[in-house]
């Protein structure tokens, strides 16, 4: 059968929203899975305006990604969200099932673990997490879940402090607070995790041992950091944020369509693509 009766929609939602690689991603993925009645666009959408996207949904619609600043004021619109979503009180997609629910999860979580999978990173002994902002929860989500020994948080205030407590406690992970001021010992880590606005790290380069282990930088635009290139000059395993992308995208993808697996490469090319035309 085709026509108008199989069009499913999909869309990246938030603001700003102009810069997205969502759409590159997903409708790569639609290309290689066949899926030629499915369209993925994006919309620019603040906190104001999404409960009333929301009510003008139709059937045709199958899912939703979501960034900052969507991804905890959606969740009072939602009908369920998943056990990883709640421990961050974060959702980045939503899925609409066949009779009409709206289902929350978080993917940036289990995408971090998959990425650093994807580079042969599978436990580590102890990690350093550097910023305790919106991504800085997830990423120690993720961490706790392959980290067996400690985890500390290098933060800029008391306040931001407090939040990375708050949200080792919630997700029953206990997380060390040290001072930024000392970040440069975070190098040193098996596992360092920067999760910091474009050129936070940049001072930091400098300071990358001789022989560092693993970093995972959030950002991909630009790319790479001082710190990922230093590192990488150093020897060191990087990890990136376009890695991050590519692999929540691809759990997005699955659980939008119901195919598995999500073309993986072809998503990432695609991205890789996109970047080096910018």
Known sequence: MSGTANKRRA???GSPIAHSLSPVLHRAAYEAL????WSYDRFEIDEEALPGFFEKLGPEWAGLSLTMPLKRVVIPLLDEISATAASVEAVNTVVF?????RVGDNTDIPGMVAALRER?????ESAAIL???????????AVSRICTGEIVAYVRSEARAAEMRQWGERLETEVRIADWADAERALRAPLVVATTPAGTTDELASAVPERPA???DVLYDPWPTALAARWSAYGGAVVSGLDLLVHQAVLQVEQMT??????L???????EKALAGR
Do not use: C, K, W, Y
Request: charged share 20%.
């Open 214 to 216: 693993t970093l995972f």
């Open 11 to 13: 869309a990246v939602l």
């Open 265 to 271: 490469d072809v998503m990432r090319n695609a991205a």
């Open 34 to 37: 066949g899926l030629g009645d």
């Open 97 to 101: 099932t066949d009779d009409g629910r």
């Open 131 to 141: 910023g305790a902002g919106a991504t800085a929860s997830s990423a120690l989500a």
């Open 258 to 263: 119901g195919r598995t697996p999500a073309p």
């Open 120 to 124: 042969g990173i599978e436990q580590v």
